[in-house]
């Protein structure tokens, strides 16, 4: 029961933010659990899938998702997915405390630093077209987010959201929806190496993909009636806790 309402508060917290809730539950898995960082990836990816999966459908429903976008991005991220899922397992305990923790803290302080430039033009204007090096930037950016998908159990969303939003001017709200489809098609790829390697805990894993389904549907619909700014905030504030937790826990336990 308390691995499912964590699926809920999950799925709900990252589907208002367009992240897969990786970020979350393998910390969970790793510090509460005890598991290995191999099962802990394996078994995030596992219940982000359902996570994404069901953003993405309430998404679509609003019509607030970039397809074409999208697409590019999760095709150019297959080579990252592989070698990510490889890279992955010659993680110590030690080593992935630290590297995920610190990727956690980049982001929420690009989130945090950069949230005040963000216009309120953001919020209506979608482009229709990118140029040739915008494109190379986006092939760029999903082999990337490919790779730190398999390679540390997360969707990649605190990624594609920020990097969509601040350099590509795609507005807050279609910015998250398009991440949950990116992460949904990227996830699906990821999960089969490590379902190949024995690398997931299927029990607790469908215990919080179930409850994921759920809060998924409701961050979709509050994301419509929140500003984005709280959003980002939100998610900045969150990415830092779970940074600190990691942080403290590196030290503490050799």
Not at 110 to 128: G, W, Y
């Amino acid at each position: 029961m308390i691995l499912f309402i964590v699926g809920v508060i999950i799925g709900v917290v990252g589907t208002m933010a367009g992240i897969g809730g990786g970020i979350f539950i393998v910390p969970i898995l790793f510090s509460v659990y005890h598991f290995s960082p191999q099962l802990a990836i394996g078994t995030s990816l596992f219940v982000v899938g359902f996570n994404a999966f069901s953003g993405t459908i309430a998404y679509a429903r609003y019509r607030r998702i970039y397809w074409r976008l999208g697409a590019i991005i999760i095709v150019s991220g297959i080579p990252g997915i592989l070698i990510g899922a490889y890279v992955s397992t010659f993680f110590t305990g030690m080593v992935f405390r630290i590297v995920f923790a610190c990727t956690l803290v980049i982001i929420a302080i690009h989130l945090l630093f950069k949230r005040s430039k963000l216009s309120e033009d953001a919020e209506t204007c979608v482009p229709i077209g990118f140029s040739r090096a915008m494109m190379t930037m986006i092939v760029l950016i999903g082999f990337i987010t490919g790779f730190i998908a398999s390679f540390l159990g997360v969707g990649g969303g605190f990624i594609h959201v920020p990097v969509l939003i601040y350099l590509l001017k795609i507005p807050v709200h279609i910015a998250t929806a398009t991440s949950h489809f990116i992460l949904f098609s990227t996830v699906l790829l990821s999960v089969v190496p490590h379902a190949l390697w024995g690398h997931i805990d299927y029990t607790r894993g469908l215990l919080l993909g179930g409850g994921a389904l759920i809060g998924a549907q409701i961050g979709a619909y509050i994301s419509t009636r929140v500003r984005s700014r709280v959003i980002l905030v939100i998610l900045a504030l969150v990415l830092l806790a779970v940074a600190s937790k990691m942080l403290l826990s590196s030290v503490a336990v050799p």
